[in-house]
């Protein structure tokens, strides 16, 4: 009993110094625990002759009660003070100036995808999305690609089966669309595409496309060279102008490609820009639309060409490689209705001519 007498009043004695929940909690494990001075005595009763064991247990439970007491006690008290302290370390000065919040951006080829949407939504084009793991028919045969054409052969492709590929182009988007749409329509597209390129400062395995097409009756060049026209010039700039060059594509007819010029952005040079054209009366045919009532016209470009034209940039890769100190000097602009942005535009399609004036008129809508 005198043993029970000692631990309790030691054990009472580093509960009640103890400063911290902390050191109470090791003050009870010392004490109360599994290998705890009290639990000792309990292990050591069966030295004790049977006629005093009920006693002895009894004393040293009533011990442990009371202990048991006290460690609530204290626990509350202490705790309650921490947490005074925590607060009071952790309050804010509203008086302070507030910390400056870093701001992201977009990057500069989501902006200008951005500003491709809403451009080619004001002039009343649907924007669309097709898959960039594509069908071969889509890719290639429904756009009137001869078997000998070299971007079908391998070394220009990343083929996944004998069937499916990473789409080379965006305007693989028309055979979709044909299937489940009929004139009149007007729709574009912007993704990725892929090609098996040699990276350098003007090529990409990897890169972005902006594909248009319209049709329509009545779709001539005129309807082209004016949508042209009001696109590049929302996109650069009033002063901009269109000229168009014979070329070769295997999904128009005749094709051409285009290149815009302006004195203030490229020093009055000629600067291609894609390639455009009427749509081949081949694919028209295989998707069941009359060529005799309805034309077309579809035209693409790479995104990445834009900013690289606007702010001089002489180098593809600067996009992609996630540079700090190239991407921070673009900056977010801020959102302009695009079909206002269109009709201011429109006064500048009388510079290609009466006629291309008279038959834009319909895409106002």
């Known amino acids: 009993m005198h043993n029970v007498e000692e631990i309790e009043a030691s054990a009472s004695a580093e509960l009640q110094a103890a400063a911290t929940t902390a050191a109470l909690k090791e003050a009870e494990i010392k004490f109360m625990g599994k290998n705890g001075a009290l639990t000792s005595l309990m292990r050591g ?3 004790l002759p049977a006629e005093e064991r009920p006693a002895f247990g009894q004393r040293v439970n009533q011990a442990k009660a009371r202990l048991q007491g006290l460690v609530d006690a204290r626990s509350f008290e202490l705790l309650e003070r921490e947490r005074a302290a925590q607060f009071e370390a952790e309050r804010i000065d509203v008086t302070m100036p ?3 919040p870093r701001v992201g951006y977009e990057h500069v080829l989501q902006q200008t995808t951005n500003k491709i949407k809403r451009v080619l939504g004001g002039l009343g084009f649907q924007y669309q999305e097709g898959p960039e793991l ?3 028919r889509y890719n290639f045969d429904a756009l009137n690609y001869p078997p000998d054409h070299p971007a079908m052969d391998d070394q220009d492709t990343f083929y996944v089966t004998d069937e499916r590929l990473l789409r080379t182009q965006c305007t693989a988007l028309q055979g979709r669309v044909f299937e489940t749409t009929k004139p009149p329509l007007r729709v574009f597209t912007v993704g990725r595409t892929y090609r098996n390129e040699a990276v350098d400062r003007t090529h990409s395995h990897t890169f972005h496309q902006v594909d248009c097409f319209m049709i329509d009756e009545g779709v001539s ?3 082209l060279k004016g949508t042209l026209g009001a696109f590049a010039r929302a996109m650069f700039g009033e002063d901009v102008t269109v000229r168009f060059r014979p070329d070769f594509f295997p999904f128009v007819e005749p094709g051409v490609d285009y290149a815009i010029s302006s004195p203030k952005l490229f020093n009055g040079r000629w600067v291609e820009l894609g390639g455009a054209g009427l749509i081949h009366p081949n694919i028209l045919e ?3 639309i009359d060529t005799e009532r309805y034309s077309g016209f579809a035209f693409g470009l790479g995104v990445e060409r834009i900013p690289m034209m606007a702010y001089g940039v002489d180098d593809l890769r ?3 490689e996630n540079d700090l100190r190239f991407l921070e000097q673009f900056r977010s602009e801020p959102v302009l209705d695009a079909r206002d942005a269109f009709r201011d535009n429109l006064s500048g399609i009388a510079a ?3 006629e291309t004036s008279q ?7």
């Open 98 to 100: 507030g910390r400056r």
């Open 286 to 288: 295989r998707y069941g």
């Open 318 to 320: 600067h996009f992609m």
């Open 134 to 136: 594509e069908e071969f």
């Open 221 to 223: 060049m005129a309807h």
């Open 359 to 365: 038959d834009f008129q319909p895409l106002l809508g």
């Open 352 to 354: 290609v001519g009466e």
């Open 45 to 47: 009763m069966g030295q």
